[in-house]
């Protein structure tokens, strides 16, 4: 997707490693939030940022870390990755005006 | 728990027809209401979007109804055809974070 670059594409950990997800944007967006995607749950916010250096909880940020030193880079941090963290993970980028929203490719992380 | 309510999970519609998601909300902060196309193996793409100062809106075959006094709102896909096919989600905006339904996955018979 244009503009929003997210790394790895698949990764595989054991339980307890710990893994950074990159996504990087460059359209200077100020939002960017992190999904998790499960079936039949939807998209489901992990943590997002709507500017440098402020950050803020989605409903479901246990296990996971984040940063925004720039407004390019959203970091995701697992911290001790357990199975229960196995899903596909998106990275977003939206502007504030929310008329442009992108998606990174996604990130299909399985903890065994 | 989930703040934005989709239904159906899933839909199967014959090429030509019009196909309908549902999504409801219960939060009045909600300001800011798109929808997404996911594709397999893609991230969602922003299909179409709607602020709650308007009741609907259309662009190509694809049209947003808005209630607001019952805090629903739906997409319509006119004449659908099989590259439709995808998962459609409606989701809300409080102006910070976006909120996802729960996804519908359409298919459409040729």
């Known amino acids: 997707n244009a503009g929003v670059t997210q790394t790895p594409k698949f990764q595989v950990l054991k339980t307890g490693q710990s893994m950074t997800l990159q996504c990087a944007q460059d359209m200077n967006h100020e939002y960017m939030s992190w999904y998790r995607q499960d079936p039949g749950m939807g998209l489901r916010l992990i943590h997002y940022?709507?500017?440098?250096?402020?950050?803020d909880q989605g409903e479901v940020p246990n296990g996971y870390n984040v940063s925004r030193s720039t407004t390019e880079d959203f970091p995701l941090r697992l911290l001790s990755a357990a199975p229960s963290q196995t899903s596909v993970y998106f990275c977003?980028?939206?502007?504030?005006?929310?008329?442009?929203?992108?998606f990174g490719q996604g990130t299909r992380l399985t903890v065994v | 728990q989930q703040q934005v309510k989709q239904s159906p999970q899933s839909l199967i519609v014959q090429k030509g027809g019009i196909s309908i998601i549902n999504c409801a909300y219960e939060?009045?902060?909600?300001?800011?209401f798109p929808w997404y196309q996911q594709f397999p193996g893609k991230g969602p793409a922003l299909l179409i979007a709607?602020?709650?100062?308007?009741s609907e809106k259309k662009e190509g075959r694809f049209t947003i109804s808005f209630n607001k006094s019952a805090k629903q709102f739906s997409l319509h896909i006119m004449d659908s055809q099989p590259g439709d096919s995808a998962t459609y989600f409606c989701?809300?905006?409080?102006?910070?974070?976006?909120?996802f339904g729960e996804g519908t996955q359409l298919t459409v018979n040729p």
């Open positions: 940022s709507v500017g440098a250096g402020i950050t």
């Open positions: 989701a809300a905006s409080d102006g910070s974070r976006l909120t």
């Open positions: 709607i602020r709650p100062d308007v």
């Open positions: 977003a980028s939206i502007n504030f005006g929310w008329t442009e929203a992108f």
């Open positions: 939060n009045t902060a909600f300001d800011y």
